[in-house]
């Protein structure tokens, strides 16, 4: 009896084991996937207050965008700068901390001193005094961030110790490295926005939108690993993100681009209420569709010119701009990290949240420079006169187009 009780013994054990792990990968499956669920809802709640917020913003104009911009970027900067914090040595050295930020303050004031040069000018026109102080001032911007980067320079070099050469050396690179990537970048949102708040809202919406259906089409369809920096990016989620924010962008250029609030430039830094003629690119251009009546009931659409800009912002949008998250993915995976920053429930910091923001921006305000016809009126061009040359210029100029207007009705006659 013991002699045959004796093998199935070591199997007894075994079968309860079985059991246990079939007990335990349902429970674990439910969990998962009810984390997966919380994980969605809180990043949905969170993009509602974003979108309100951003709304409430666009409404009050461009300087309060600008101002959003850059308490963005001033809490990403922070971020940034934690990142790399180490305790002990921060410690030995008293102030470090204090000159990254003189560097970044130095580098925010080069940067849109050059940006809102004219902005600045053309507000400065009350008096003549104040026109001639901030025209010396903007004259000589340059040599004066230049001469506070110097200062900060040297007193970098005067707080170096002994046992910490490596650390501050790193500090001192990992500072001038969020001053190019991070903040020159976003800096270009400021240039956009003061071109027309349509040239902000839209790219920064064309991003926004694809990050979401990236993230509703791989939730619900993604299978295909897209790339191993970021494992939950999928193939199907990139390509249905493509499809819909190449749609989107076509159909929300034509609904931004009739509101003259949003397509007017800012010419100065004031905040009252714009109105403008609109430029070619914002007139409706009128197209037959007759041969579709059949499935149509209209005999023609409207198209506005930008919308063909649109479609190129779109494909950028969906296509370059989210390698700046896949960087941003490898850049966490260097230091070991899950978010940047957690001051937005679901989706981390403002840098998780930035990141294609940041490539989108720059590409924005080359595409706007390179590409887009600018509107070059009489009135612009008689004001800058004005205000930039003096009396004996304005009168050299004058005398010099007499003669090309004498010379030119010779030549016809």
């Known amino acids: 009896m013991q002699d045959h009780m004796m093998p199935s013994s070591p199997s007894t054990p075994t079968r309860i084991r079985r059991r246990r792990t079939q007990e335990i990968f349902p429970v674990l499956s439910k969990l998962d996937e009810q984390n997966k669920y919380r994980t969605m809802w809180i990043r949905t709640y969170s993009s509602l207050w974003m979108l309100i917020s951003i709304i409430i913003i666009l409404y009050l104009g461009h300087l309060y965008i600008c101002a959003m911009v850059v308490v963005i970027q001033i809490i990403m900067t922070s971020e940034l700068f934690n990142l790399v914090r180490r305790t002990d040595e921060d410690k030995c050295l008293p102030g470090f901390r204090l000159l990254n930020w003189y560097f970044f303050f130095t580098g925010m004031l080069f940067v849109y001193g050059r940006i809102l040069s004219q902005q600045l000018v053309n507000t400065a026109t009350i008096d003549e005094f104040s026109y001639k102080l901030v025209s010396k001032v903007i004259k ?34 990992w500072t001038h490295m969020i001053l190019f990537v991070v903040f020159t970048q976003s800096s270009f949102t400021v240039a956009n926005i003061f071109e027309g708040i349509f040239w902000f809202l839209l790219p920064a919406s064309l991003i926004a939108m694809n990050d979401v259906a990236a993230y509703f089409f791989g939730f619900f369809f993604g299978k295909t690993p897209l790339i191993k920096l970021s ?47 609109p430029g070619p690119l914002f007139k409706p251009e009128y197209y037959s569709i007759a041969g579709l009546t059949r499935w149509f009931p209209l005999k023609e659409i409207s198209i506005l010119p930008v919308q063909w800009h649109a479609l190129c ?7 370059i701009a989210p390698f700046g998250g896949f960087f941003a993915s490898g850049f966490k995976r260097a230091f070991k990290i899950k978010d940047f920053g957690y001051y937005i429930p679901g989706h981390g ?31 612009m061009i008689l004001d800058q006169i004005v205000r930039n040359l003096s009396f004996e210029d304005q009168k050299a100029l004058y005398y010099r187009l007499g003669q090309i207007f004498r010379q030119r009705q010779m030549e016809n006659y």
């Open 140 to 173: 000589y911007q340059m040599v004066f961030c230049y001469f506070l980067y110097i200062a900060g320079l040297v007193w970098f070099i005067l707080t170096l110790k002994k046992k910490t050469y490596k650390y501050q050396f790193g500090q001192y690179a």
């Open 231 to 277: 494992p939950k990016k999928t193939w199907e989620g990139f390509i249905g993100a493509s499809i819909a924010t190449m749609i989107t962008a076509f159909l929300f250029a034509n609904v931004l681009g009739r509101f003259q609030w949003l397509t007017c430039p800012r010419k100065d830094l004031s905040t009252g209420w714009l109105q403008c003629d």
């Open 313 to 319: 912002l779109g494909l950028f949008a969906s296509i």
């Open 349 to 379: 910091g403002f840098t998780d949240r930035m990141d294609c923001q940041m490539v989108m921006a720059i590409f924005v305000y080359i595409y706007y420079q390179s590409f887009v016809p600018q509107d070059y009126s009489v009135d």
